[in-house]
Structure formats: structure tokens, C-alpha cells
DNA sequence: AATGCCTCTGCAAACGTTTTCATCGAACAT
DNA sequence: ATGTTCGATGAAAACGTTTGCAGAGGCATT
């Protein structure tokens, strides 16, 4: 960090006591409860404030107070359609209750993940989101030593160490197999989503997979593939696959990103879809109804999964005694679209 | 904010240092120049770090040295591809830098940034970068009056209160344009991009406009249009306005996310890119090249914006009195890929 | 007039660091 | 033996708030 910066002196509550010729307390009292502050003074207060531009200072009072009004959240990469999305809802939700969002991205490397909660804490956030219940053990004991209020959002799980807010990703694995399987597909191209870091990915793979089994397919190594999150990428991967005879009748895609790039193989090798090609993408991002043919997908509510990890966590925060659990788990299902169909 | 917590009391440099039998100021020289202690003092600081899980309080470091290590940017979205790309950069930029980003979003309500700009001032940043060149007054007089070091990220002009990092939209605006005026194209229909509070999309309209002007090409007012930041919605603008006759030979697109929704009406209408219809975009977003046909489009380094912006705000900060300006014009460049032909 | 209550305000002690200055030994040169 | 320098540490004063406690004055009740 830098040196002691001297910049020109800014305003504090001393200075605007003075102007205003009463004591620091009453200016402080007048910013939090300004009922209790004569209508005089506070009109004198008023104006020189207004006059010397005085923002308080927060490392103060959050020094004083024990909280700093700022919550944290921890994502693999806010460069991503869908955290982006999240990230967006739970700030928005966390500005309405005057509080704001310190993010952090770890670029799905766990090992980094406790570096970034400690940094977290350094800046002493109120409480933390993380995306994920998958943690290194530093992540889970830094936090629970603090005891800080912490929710793990995106993925659902009962039993975790704290609350969690999300789809039940191998139920969201399993219902697109299971649509590709009522269409009467048999050989489908399982297209996963990379998986180190993302426990995300391994339970849609294993909702997937079990789905399969369940419905007595056999899904040979050839059939499954992991695809980088790339559009360009995917659908590289895809033209191969799609080249090589026999070809699938289906492609599950682990979310829509590998979905649009398979879209895109299938549209330049001339494959028809849904009549020679059905596809299925996961994760209904922005884009996806609107791509031709429209995209079938499972959709997972990134918006509301942030914004109420957000709330919780406030809830949390304001009622500690509070012994309820609060997780919560919301449904998914799957958008029908133009990309898929009976075979 | 909340009321006082009364939380499981952490530990502080007080308590580390009675642990480690030594003073508080040997503790904090430990954490801030090493050398100075003793290596005997050292390991034994550092267990005492480590039995107690210690983490210093930000804020009253903060407070102490009035500076906070955290830079704020403000971007009128997170949840836009292009924003999120910048934001990642920056806050990869700043981690390099062990710094921290305090991110807000205005959601393009111009009014609302000065708002956030006093936030971020009571969090204390040390350092402040906005998008775009447009602001309300009250969010240059606040910054001014502070003068906190501050830039102005994604759009580029000559003379501006704030350094500017980014690309000339008039000229983005204008090279779009000419490509299109190259390849023979007369009858252009132009999408612009919405442009309240968005001086972005402002320029590259006025870009747009003027290289058409040059080229002495009467746009009717029927061939401009404002397109939603959707892809569904400029789909449906564009089939309505791909079935009117009579039809445009080519489409600019005030960016990629407009340019997608006019593939896909193309496509939904039979219409074949590009030998029926040439279509241009903005941006290069993730994604562009992949769709069929790659789409050509300008590029814009949303990328190098966020970490140019990152790295000369920590220059401004580690050596104030440098008196040089530190603008930054980035190049923009054409894009050919498929959805462009000649006439 | 004395008493009590209420409203508004001031005093001063925290909160957890960093840093200047001073102190104390030890090593070294004279 | 005496002075000098150096390295390692401690004491204490900031930094800018918030808040419990108390005091001052006004008003109503006895």
C-alpha cells in the first residue's frame, strides 16, 4: 500500500462542528438521528456541511462501530455472463439497503480463494458470499473462527457449513437429460463444462450421468467431452464431433456458452436443428431466446439467486439470534425452445 | 447500517503483541517492514499471528494513514459483457498491485453517480475511475474539491478536467461506417445504441453520422433507429425492419449485442448474410467471432482500458507530483469476418 | 418557590492501528 | 575507560468517529 499520502486536509466532523459552533457530537447525532437535533442547529449543521463538502469518514466510524457497511462477495470471475449477472442483482440488493459490495474474483483457483477472503476481512466486511460450496479447508476455518455471517450461493446442498442460496445443480443435470431422453434421444454428446474449481460443472456432469443410467444408457468415454468457456472454443469442439461418424442425434451442453458454439458448428456444416441436431444448453444467459433457432435450456435464476443471498445475509446480520437456517433453494426448469425435438 | 455488534471479540495487535511478549508497535513493524525485527522477535510474532488468527483491522490502519488501498470504479452496469470484461481487468490490475476494487453501478441514471461517488468518497478510496465522459456537475465538483486522483475509462477526448483512458468513439463510430461505405453500401440502416446517459454511443452516433455526411450519403430519418442493450429486442427490430421493402443493403449496429439480434432476424427471415445483407457491430465482445458468419465488428480493448486505467491511477497515486498528463488513446481496428461483403 | 421531567447539547472515552521519539544495550573506535 | 554509532524495542500521540453520561435550561406540576 502507499505511504502517508498529505494531500490537502480534508474536512472532518471537528471542522464542521466548529463552522457551525457546536460540538462534534452533535454533528455526529445529526447525521444518524437527526430527530434528536434541534431544527436550529440542525439548518446550521446543514450548511456547513454543504459549505466544506464534508463526506464522513467511514474508516472512522466503521473503527468505532465494529461494522463497516460493506459486504463481500467472492466469485471465480466477474467476466462472465452469469456471475455478472449475479454480482449485478446482489449489489443492486445490497444498495437498497445502503450497504455495498466488495467483490472479489478468484479465477476459479481455490488455493487463492482464502488469500481473498482474508484480504476480505482485512477491509472488515460484515459478512461474505461466496459462489460454490466447494472450499478449501483455509477458506472454511478463516471464516468460522471470525464467525462472520456467510452464505454460499449458486449451488444447493443440504447440510453445509453455512447457509446456501441455489439450484440443486445435479437436479439441473439431470432434467436436461432427462428432456434429450423423453425426445427419444439415445446417443447424446455430453459437452461438460470444465470442471477443476467448479463444483458446479461436477454436479450437472453426475446429474447427467445418472440420468442416463437411471433411464439404462450407456454413455461411452467418446460420448462425454469438456469444453473450455468459449464460444469459439465449443464450437471447435463441436465441428470435430460433428464431423465424425455416427454422429449424435443430441448434444448436451453444460451451459450456454458451449451450447451457442455448438449452435454455431452445427449452422456451419450445414446441420439442421432441431430436425438433424437437437442441443441443450444450461444457464437461460441473455441471448439464448433470442439465437436462431431459439435455445432449449435449463433455467437457473442468477438474478434472484443474488439478490436474495444479499438479503439473507442482511437478515442475518440484523437478527443474529436468529436460529433459523436460511437456506434456500429455488426450482429450476427447462425453457423450451426451437433447438430441440422429438427424434 | 447497523447498529453496534456484539460479536465474538477479534483478536488485535494488542492481543498479539501480549501473546508474543512484546509491544504493539513491534507488531505493526512486523507487518509493515520486517526487516527491522529481530528474527528471534519475528517467530515469535508470527505464532502468536498464528494461534490467535490474526488479521490487522483495515480501518483503523485506514484511519491512521489516510489511505484506504482500495480504488473505486464506477460503471454505469456490472452485467453488460463488455463492462464486466473492463471490471475484471481493473480489479486484476489492482490485485497485482495489492490493492482492493470498490465497484458501483448507476445503471446509466447519470443523476444517481454523484450519489455514488459520495459513497465511495466515505469508504475512503484513494483513487477513483469512471466510465465515460459525461457527468452530471456535482460528480466533478465533489472529486475536484477532494482532488482525488481520478480518470475517466472507455471513451477518449482531447482536454478533459479528468485524465481519459480509452478509444475515440466518434472515430469507432466512423471507421464502422466507412467499411461499410467501402464496400459500396448506400443504403445503410442505422441501429444506434440507446443513448441517455450514454455519451459512448452519443460519439459513435456522431462518428457514424459525420463519415456518412463525407462521403455525401443522405441518411433518412427512417434509417436511424435506437435499439435496445438486448438481443431479443434487436431481433424484433430488425425483422421489422428487414420486411419492409425497400430493403437496406447493410446494417450498422451502435455494438455486438444489437449486431447478434440482427444475425438472428436475418437468419430467422431467410435473408443470407453476408450476400443478401452486410451487418456491422461494435466491440468484439466474447463471442462475435464465433457466430455464423463471424461477425465483423470494431474492436474495442475493454481489457486493456480496465488494466490501463488500473495501473495509471497506483502512477498518480505513487508519484502526485508528477505534473504529466496521463491520457491514453487506444487503437481501434476493424474486424473483417464474415457477416461483411461487398455490394 | 421547589420539584420533577423533558429536550437539547457537550465532554470524554473508546475503537486498533502507525509512527515519531526516546531508551537501552552492545559493539566499536579512540 | 570513555565516547560514538547502531540496532532493536517501547511509550505515547495521533487519526475521525460514536455514544454513555451528565449538565443546562425550559416548562409543568405541586
Redo the contacts between chains.
Keep these: 500500500?502507499?505511504r502517508?499520502?498529505l494531500?490537502?486536509s480534508?474536512p472532518g466532523i471537528i471542522d464542521v462542528a466548529r463552522l457551525a459552533g457546536v460540538s462534534p457530537a452533535t454533528v455526529s447525532r445529526y447525521s444518524n438521528q437527526p430527530d434528536v437535533v434541534r431544527y436550529e442547529t440542525r439548518k446550521r449543521i446543514e450548511s456547513a456541511i454543504e459549505e466544506l463538502?464534508y463526506?464522513?469518514?467511514?474508516?472512522?466510524r466503521?473503527?468505532n462501530?465494529?461494522?463497516?457497511?460493506?459486504i463481500g462477495l467472492i466469485v471465480p470471475?466477474?467476466?462472465?455472463?452469469i456471475f455478472?449477472?449475479l454480482?449485478?442483482?446482489f449489489?443492486?440488493a445490497l444498495?437498497r439497503h445502503?450497504?455495498?459490495?466488495?467483490?472479489?474474483?478468484h479465477g476459479y483457483d481455490l488455493t487463492r480463494e482464502s488469500v481473498l477472503v482474508?484480504?476480505l476481512?482485512?477491509?472488515?466486511v460484515?459478512a461474505l458470499a461466496v459462489v460454490g460450496l466447494k472450499h478449501e479447508e483455509p477458506t472454511f476455518e478463516?471464516l468460522s473462527?471470525?464467525?462472520i455471517p456467510a452464505v454460499m450461493l449458486w449451488n444447493y446442498r443440504e447440510r453445509q457449513p453455512f447457509p446456501c442460496i441455489g439450484v440443486d445443480n445435479r437436479e439441473v443435470g439431470r432434467v436436461a437429460t432427462e428432456h434429450l431422453i423423453e425426445l427419444g434421444h439415445r446417443d447424446i454428446l455430453f459437452l461438460f463444462a470444465g470442471m477443476r474449481g467448479n463444483d458446479r460443472a461436477v454436479d450437472r456432469r453426475s446429474g447427467a450421468l445418472s440420468a442416463m443410467a437411471a433411464a439404462g444408457i450407456d454413455v461411452p468415454r467418446a460420448r462425454r467431452a469438456i469444453s473450455p468457456y468459449?464460444?469459439?472454443a465449443?464450437?471447435e469442439l463441436a465441428v470435430k464431433a460433428l464431423t465424425a461418424t455416427p454422429r449424435p442425434t443430441a448434444i448436451f451442453s453444460g451451459n450456454d456458452?458451449i451450447a451457442?458454439?455448438v449452435l454455431?458448428a452445427a449452422?456451419?456444416l450445414g446441420i439442421r436443428i432441431p430436425d438433424d441436431l437437437s442441443v441443450i444448453g444450461i444457464g437461460d444467459f441473455?441471448?439464448s431466446?433470442?439465437?436462431?433457432p431459439g435455445l432449449t435450456t435449463v433455467r437457473i435464476p442468477a438474478r434472484r439467486i443474488g439478490r436474495r443471498g444479499a438479503e439473507i445475509l442482511i437478515e442475518m446480520?440484523?437478527w443474529?439470534v436468529a436460529e433459523t437456517r436460511h437456506d434456500e433453494r429455488l426450482p429450476v426448469e427447462v425453457l423450451l425452445r426451437g433447438s430441440t425435438a422429438q427424434i
Design positions: 500500500m502507499a502517508r499520502l494531500r490537502k480534508i463538502g463526506v464522513p469518514n467511514g474508516a472512522a466503521s473503527l462501530m465494529g461494522a463497516s457497511g460493506t470471475t466477474i467476466d462472465n455472463a455478472a449477472e454480482a449485478q442483482a449489489s443492486t444498495f445502503s450497504r455495498t459490495m466488495l467483490i472479489a474474483a482474508e484480504s476481512i482485512e477491509h472488515r460484515d478463516i473462527k471470525r464467525d468459449d464460444v469459439q465449443a464450437k456458452v451457442l458454439g454455431f449452422m456451419s441473455r441471448g431466446s433470442a439465437v436462431e446480520l440484523d443474529p
